[in-house]
């Protein structure tokens, strides 16, 4: 029997997490942020933009809307707290703005793949102001065959108005931020939100027309032990969601201080961690969910699973998509593009934003230029992450290949001369692997730029 065969029990399990943990890249994009250098200026971006939907299967649109009323402890994102909503108009034109650059450069009637609206709290914005920016966003575009639109909303701040003016313009997915359904563990996190909130508008959704649902799940969390995990789960899979993100909090209180209302004292130890992701991964492939690529879990039925199942997921920094497009156009504040060229980030700081664009002077503030190297890595982390194999033919100019061997020796990978594949059940550690790959990670490795990753 091959080594990696070898079937691991839990203890061993455990041993291994505890062995392979540091902290590390989510792998959203390759190189990871901290690592990029060399910002494309806006010439050369404009054009690499242009050359690419001129031969690609469409774009991949992101519009960042910050805004949010209650600031989550628990996020890292990027966002605006306020509850004054003379925000939108102004903002939605702003965003506007962006996008007519882009028009100038793209064909006259772009073609769609996917578009996607996050935040902050997209839904903090009134059903009349996700009009206008969806009727002008989307006018004289075409979305393609297969195309996803899919925003996320807040439980407490969603409508129906909001969600039929959505589905008026091709909405079909919608994403909620569950976290926790406890209260205590919500109280810690600043957002209150009962089950019945969530079944209602999943309700509602689901109603008006949605075919897809998606919950995020979090454990991890301040106070968060393993019995009210096993109730978050049972709660979500009562209302049978199409989609589900069950990730572990990532505690960066020095990238994000309003995670410190509570302090690392206050969170599951490595042990507890690791019981309730193993717990939530056995209820939901219990429960007929299959799991996807890294923290994803979903119904036989959804185009994620399908795509997985064909060889065709892909992802971005909009998470794991069926998508199969090279350029990502990001707009708004702190919004990342990405095309073959590399990859370009707004200003953060919507008054900066706005001053740029009334100047008509460059909106990036940050940027990386693949290298050769980078995209021969990138491709292979690509594929890890997507399919859990990929082809190393040159494996030795650029991988860890002691932790490759250890890996392979501990049943977590199958490592052949010219191969990699990532053994079932071994998706927790997909960044380990990952990593393995990335000459970027083999110094500094306790360097606090990143979340632990087991």
Request: aromatic share 10%; charged share 25%.
């Amino acid at each position: 029997m091959h080594i990696a065969e070898r079937p691991i029990d839990m203890s061993e399990r455990f041993q291994l997490v505890q062995k392979y943990s540091r902290r590390l890249p989510r792998y959203t994009s390759y190189p990871p942020v901290p690592d990029w250098n060399g910002t494309p200026d806006e010439e050369a971006w404009l054009t690499s933009v242009a050359e690419t939907v001129m031969t690609g299967e469409g774009i991949s649109l992101y519009v960042h809307l910050p805004y949010c009323e209650r600031l989550c402890t628990y996020c890292g994102c990027n966002k605006r707290i306020t509850v004054n909503h003379k925000v939108e108009m102004p903002y939605v034109n702003d965003v506007l703005r962006e996008w007519q650059r882009y028009r100038e450069v793209l064909p006259d009637e772009p073609v769609i793949a996917e578009l996607h609206l996050g935040g902050g709290t997209p839904t903090f914005f009134s059903a009349e102001a996700l009009d206008a920016l969806l009727t002008q966003l989307l006018k004289d575009t075409r979305p393609a065959p297969r195309a996803a639109w899919s925003v996320e909303v807040h439980p407490s701040y969603t409508s129906a108005d909001q969600l039929n003016v959505l589905y008026k313009h091709g909405f079909r997915r919608i994403s909620i931020g569950v976290q926790s359904f406890d209260r205590k563990v919500q109280f810690l996190i600043n957002r209150i939100q009962p089950f019945e909130e969530v079944e209602t508008l999943t309700r509602m959704a689901r109603e008006i027309g949605f075919t897809s649902v998606n919950y995020d799940l979090l454990y991890g969390l301040p106070h968060q032990e393993l019995d009210l995990v096993l109730n978050d789960v049972k709660q979500v899979l009562k209302l049978r969601p199409d989609r589900v993100a069950f990730y572990g909090y990532a505690h960066v209180p020095w990238k994000h201080p309003g995670q410190r209302r509570y302090t690392e004292k206050d969170l599951p130890d490595a042990r507890e961690r690791f019981e309730s992701a193993e717990l939530g991964r056995e209820l939901f492939e219990a429960e007929g969910y299959v799991s996807i690529g890294m923290d994803h879990f979903a119904l036989p039925t959804d185009d994620l699973t399908v795509a997985a199942r064909k060889g065709k997921l892909h992802r971005n920094f909009m998470g794991y998509t069926e998508q199969q497009t090279e350029l990502l156009i990001g707009l708004g504040v702190s919004s990342i593009s990405e095309s073959p060229l590399g990859f370009v980030q707004n200003e953060k700081v919507i008054e900066r934003y706005r001053e740029k664009l009334d100047a008509g002077d460059s909106l990036f503030v940050n940027g990386h230029t693949f290298s050769e190297e980078d995209k021969r890595v990138r491709k292979h982390i690509l594929e890890i992450m997507c399919s859990m194999q990929t082809p190393l033919p040159h494996r030795r100019h650029f991988t860890n290949s002691e932790l490759l061997n250890m890996m392979s020796h501990d049943g977590l990978i199958r490592l052949e001369r010219d191969r990699i594949e990532v053994q079932p059940g071994a998706n927790a550690f997909l960044r380990s692997v990952c990593a393995a790959l990335d000459p970027k990670q083999n110094t500094d490795p306790e360097a606090q730029r990143y979340s632990v990753n087991l």
